[in-house]
T-cell receptor, first 115, second 113 residues
Framework: AQTVTQSQPEMSVQEAETVTLSCTYD???????LFWYKQPPSRQMILVIR??????QNATENRFSVNFQKAAKSFSLKISDSQLGDTAMYFC????????????FGKGTRLSVIA | ETGVTQSPTHLIKTRGQQVTLRCSSQ?????VSWYQQALGQGPQFIFQ???????GRGNFPPRFSGLQFPNYSSELNVNALELDDSALYLC????????????FGSGTRLTVV
């Protein structure tokens, strides 16, 4: 079974600074997908960024980028120029290479952006 | 296009009772998944429905059941509620084999007393 581990329960960052959230996972599959989701107080899970395991290039979405290390099974999220609106729970998630497989989430990291 | 809508937003039930939670999927999506998110935890997969049939289930007992309707909306039913069932229940819709193409609702906060 796949597992996802987020070792940082809480983090804080000053506005406009850069922060990196860590995630490791365990799987025996060779192809899969990794995601970072944001959950603000509104509770809705919002997709931040996604990475296909077969792609070596790290995904980037505006201020959000990942460092995907397949051999180390590591998938960290870097947030640049942090904004107050980035304050939320962040979840790392894994999905196997099939439309029927569910998302497997980590326990989350609570990020606070401080003015 | 409409997003995913869940109702009710909050609910309080007594241990032993039964509850039904509802979810309307995003337009164009044919698959609905349900997740349970306990306080301080990540969401845990309950089950998934595709074309009105369950096609995947997590480690939850049979008292957790569901339905999907022809318009792809869905219900989650929980019988014989236990205190540990208190959680946020999230619904997500997607288009079949589209990894990660989920749209989540804002959840139903269930409290069992």
């Amino acid at each position: 079974a796949q597992t996802v581990t987020q070792s940082q329960p809480e983090m804080s960052v000053q506005e406009a600074e850069t922060v990196t959230l860590s995630c490791t996972y365990d799987t025996s599959e060779s192809n899969y997908y990794l995601f970072w989701y944001k959950q603000p107080p509104s509770r809705q899970m919002i997709l931040v960024i996604r990475q296909e395991a077969y792609k070596q290039q790290n995904a980037t979405e505006n201020r959000f980028s990942v460092n995907f290390q397949k051999a180390a099974k590591s998938f960290s999220l870097k947030i640049s120029d942090s904004q107050l609106g980035d304050t939320a729970m962040y979840f790392c998630a894994f999905q196997g290479d099939s439309g029927n497989t569910p998302l497997v989430f980590g326990k989350g990291t609570r990020l606070s952006v401080i003015a | 296009e409409t997003g995913v809508t869940q109702s009710p937003t909050h609910l309080i039930k007594t241990r032993g009772q039964q509850v039904t939670l509802r979810c309307s999927s995003q337009s164009g999506h044919n698959t609905v998944s349900w997740y349970q998110q306990a306080l301080g935890q990540g969401p845990q997969f309950i089950f998934q429905y595709y074309r009105e049939e369950e096609n995947g289930r997590g480690n939850f007992p049979p008292r957790f059941s569901g339905l999907q309707f022809p318009n792809y909306s869905s219900e989650l039913n929980v019988n014989a509620l236990e205190l540990d069932d208190s959680a946020l229940y999230l619904c997500a819709s997607s288009w079949t084999a589209h990894p990660g193409g989920y749209t989540f609702g804002s959840g139903t906060r269930l409290t069992v007393v």
